[in-house]
């Protein structure tokens, strides 16, 4: 009977529009993302090389995202800081590896260390048309908009990640 009760308090929670969640915030190029920190399976700061990664006896696809959603862009203009709990987020190389509710893994390869970052759900809205029509993806649906000297977090949703890295891999079109 408690964990009837618990997921029914857990489900009106998720209701309530002014409730925070942890999202772990990250930097492709030069754009913050943020990904629900129970999608976090391991996060491996890089130094040298990229590792290569296995689970249950099968190879992790690791993707550069940053270059499938900015193609060769190279950064020419001033990336906006994100300050989480007074510090500056790091620009240190990391691979973030993400897990989807059936427990398939990808790496994302990233430009900052993660960092933990509470999103009051009121501040997550869909993501405009413009966005979705210069990155032709359909695992970016949403974002926060930019408050405050803080800038913009686009939030990636894991299972449609995973499935799209996943159809890649086994199909080398395009990511989408």
Known sequence: MAAI??????????????????YVAFRLRFAWFILPIESIYRVIPLEKHIPKLTFSGQKVPIIDLGKILFGQTKVQTEIPQLVVNGAIVVSKPSLIVVQDRNVNLVGILSNSQPALQKVSQDKIGSLPLTYSQRWKVDFISSMTLPYENFPSLFL?????LVSSAINYKNNPQKLS
């Open 5 to 22: 009760s618990s997921l029914r308090s857990q489900k009106l929670l998720e209701l309530r529009p002014d409730i925070e969640k942890q």
């Open 156 to 160: 990636i949703d894991c299972d449609r």
